[in-house]
């Protein structure tokens, strides 16, 4: 079965913005999904994001910095 293309597209947003902890704190995941979210990039960004522009009362580690640039790194590698 193949989904139309623009079904497809608003299918893995809404998955995107609903398990993602951009939109409500990653505390709120089951544990199981909270271990999932620390490899996926959503999470290492949305924690970067939030260190850049609220300093004065977010903070990073480097882990999240590594997770993003070995994800890229691994895209960039399975191109073409």
């Not at 398990?19 to 990653?26: D, E, K, L, N, R």
């Not at 990073?60 to 191109?79: E, F, P």
């Amino acid at each position: 079965m193949t989904l139309p293309p623009l079904l497809t597209q608003l299918v893995t947003q809404v998955l995107v913005l609903l398990f993602s902890p951009v939109a409500f704190p990653a505390g709120q995941l089951p544990a199981w999904f909270q271990a999932v979210h620390d490899v996926l990039p959503f999470r290492p960004a949305a924690d970067l994001i939030r260190a850049g522009l609220l300093s004065d009362t977010h903070t990073t580690g480097g882990r999240d910095l590594v997770v993003l640039l070995a994800r890229s790194r691994s895209r960039s590698c399975t191109r073409p």
